[in-house]
C-alpha cells in the first residue's frame, strides 16, 4: 500500500532522512573504533617506562592495542602488526610474566573478534542497505500522491468525500429550484433503496446532467446530494482531467471509475464537465487529441460492454450546447436537470435561506427585494446580502435594516457609489434631463415596468440611472420591445429637446436599442417587410464555444440591406415617440429635474406622486399636457 502524507504532522524531506543516517553510521564508527574513549597513544618505549615506574595496576589488551593507566591517565599503544602478540611485545622488553607480577600487573585481555566481524559486515552491507531504502522510498513517493507525483499522472486527482468530510449542505439549505431537487433527491433515494426500483424492472439513471446560467446553485444541489447520500461521492472538475501529455486523461478516468466501482454504490460528480466534452470534430482548433481521448474514455465508462455498475455520474455545465452529442444520449445522461433563474416566489426563498442566522431587521419585507431582483441568480442573493451585511457592520449597526439592503442592492446592480467625483453644473443638469427623459418616458409607456429609482448621483460607469421595477417573464411580445426601446431612447430624446445637442452619454443606450431591433427583425420574426423568416445561423458563432467558424451568412446581400433600412426604421419610430412624449410633457420633465437637481435620488413613491401632482396642477390651470401616442403609421 502507498505511503499517504499525514495531515496532522508535517512530512519529513528525504534528504533529512539521508543526513541523519550518515552521521549516525559515521558516529558509530567512530565511537566503536575508540576515537572517543581512547588516550594518549605514545611510543612503545615510553609504555614500558611507565609500566616499570610502578604506578600502573592493569594493562588492557584489545587486538593489537594495549591500555595502561598512569595515575588517572589513560596511555596506549598500538602495534604496526595486528598478529604480533602482546605477549612477544611486552617480552621483547623484559616484561615477561613474572616480571609483570612482581610489578603486580595485572595483564585483561579483551576479546573483539565478534564484535569486529559484526561492525565489519554493517560497514560493508549498511551503506547498501540505505541505497535501496532510499530508491524505494523514491519511488514510492513518485507513485504516490496522485497525478502530482513523477508516475502518478494517470491516477485521478478525485477527492472522495467520507462521512467526516462529507458537506453538512442537505436539500433543505436549497431553494428556488424545487423541480431540479425533485430530479436529485430521486437520484439519492436510487442509491439508498434500489431493490424499489428493480422490483418494478425500473432501470437506475447512469447520468444526471445539470444545466443553467451561472450561480444558479449547480454545484450546490451536488454538495446537498452530498451531504443526503449515505455512499462515496468522488468530486472532480472537468479541467483536472486534462494534461499536457496524450493519454494521461483518459487514465485518470479509468482510475476515476475504477475507485467508484470498488466503493459502488457511489455517486461521481465532474464540474464543469464542458471542460472535455466538448463536441468532437467541430473543425480547426477543435481536434485536441487529449481531450478528446479523454471523452471517448468517458462515454466507455459511462456505457460500454462493462455497464452493469451501480455508479451514477453527475455532472455540472452551462454551456451545454457545446457538449459531443454522444455524451447526451440515453444511457449516458439520462436525465437533464435544468437549473434555470429562480423566480419571485424562489428569490424569496433563496433570501430567506441566506439570511439564517443573519440579525434581519423586521422592517425588511424579502417580498419586496425578491420582486425588485428579478433576474437574478443564487449566487446574486447571496452577495446581496454579503453586502447588506457589510454595509450594517460599517455603520456600526446590530440590525441589517431595509437602507443597508437598497444600498447593497445598488452596489451589487450598478456598481459602488462614486462620492468623489466632481461633476460641473453643466454636466449634473445634463444628466438630470437625461434621467428625467427615461423617467416620463417610461412613465406614458402601457408596456414598460414602473420606474422603481432615479438617481444623478454617479455609480461605476454610470453618471445616473433609472431603475424599473421588472416582472418575471417568459415570453416578451412585440408591444413590449417597442416600449422598451422607446424608453431607452427618451433620454437622448430629452436631450435633444432641452438643450438642441446631443452627447455621448446616450451610448450604451443606444446599443441596447439597436440590439433589441436587430433581434426583432433577424431571430423575431417581427417585421413586416421581411415575414417570418429568420436570418443569421447563432450555431456557428464562436462566442458559444464552436471551435472553428466565424458564423454563418445564410442570407443574401438583398436581404441585408432590407435588414438594415428595417432595423433603422424602428429606431427612427420608436425615437421619434419618445421624442413626441417629451415635447408634449416638458414641464413634468422640468419638475422632475428640478427635484433631482435638489435631493439627487427618488425613490418610485416620490416619483409617482411627482407625476399625479404635476398633472393635478395643470389641470387646475387649464393648461393640461397630455402624454401623446404616436400616429399608428408612424409605427408600421
Known sequence: MDEQPDGNRPSIPTWVWIVTIFVIIFGLQLFLSGRFTSGQDVPMTKFIEVINGGQVDEIVVTDNKLEAINNGELVTFTTKDSQQSYTEALAFYGLTGDKLEELNVAVTVNDQSIRNNLFSIVLTLGPILLLIWIFSRGFRQMQGGGGNSIFGFGRSRARN????????????????????????????????????????????????????????????????????????????????????FVGVGASR??????????????????????????????????????????????????????????????????????????????????????????????????????????PISKEVDMREFARLTAGFSGADLENLLNEAAIYAARRDKRTIGRLEFQDAFDRVAMGPEKKSRVMSQEDKETVAYHEAGHAVVSFYLPNTDPVQKITIVPRGRAGGYVMPLPEDRMVYSREYIEDSICWALGGRAAEEVFFGRITTGASNDLQQSTRRARAMVMHYGMSDKLGLSIYGDESSNPFLGRDYGLGSRDYSEEAARLIDEEVKHILEVQYERARDIIKHNQGKVERLVERLLEIETLDRDAFEGLMNQSLSLENSNGEAETAVTPDPALID
Open 161 to 244: 468525500l467520507n462521512d467526516a468530510d462529507r458537506p453538512t449542505v442537505t436539500f433543505d439549505d436549497v431553494a428556488g429550484v424545487d423541480e431540479a431537487k425533485l430530479e436529485l433527491q430521486e437520484v439519492v433515494q436510487f442509491l439508498r433503496e434500489p431493490e424499489k426500483f428493480v422490483q418494478v424492472g425500473a432501470r437506475i439513471p447512469k447520468g444526471v446532467l445539470m444545466v443553467g446560467p451561472p450561480g444558479t446553485g449547480k454545484t450546490l444541489l451536488a454538495r446537498a446530494v452530498a451531504g443526503e447520500a449515505g455512499v462515496p461521492f468522488f468530486h472532480i472538475s472537468g479541467s483536472e482531467f486534462v494534461e499536457m
Open 253 to 358: 478516468v479509468r482510475d476515476l471509475f475504477d475507485k467508484a466501482k470498488a466503493s459502488a454504490p457511489s455517486i461521481v460528480f465532474v464540474d464543469e464537465i464542458d471542460a472535455v466534452g466538448r463536441q468532437r470534430g467541430a473543425g480547426l482548433g477543435g481536434g485536441h487529441d487529449e481531450r478528446e481521448q479523454t471523452l471517448n474514455q468517458i462515454l466507455v465508462e459511462m456505457d460500454g460492454f462493462d455497464n452493469d455498475t451501480n455508479v451514477i455520474v453527475m455532472a455540472a455545465t452551462n454551456r451545454a450546447d457545446i457538449l459531443d452529442p454522444a455524451l447526451l444520449r440515453p444511457g449516458r445522461f439520462d436525465r437533464k436537470v435544468f437549473v434555470d433563474l429562480p423566480d419571485i416566489r424562489g428569490r424569496e426563498k433563496i433570501l430567506q435561506v441566506h439570511s439564517r442566522g443573519k
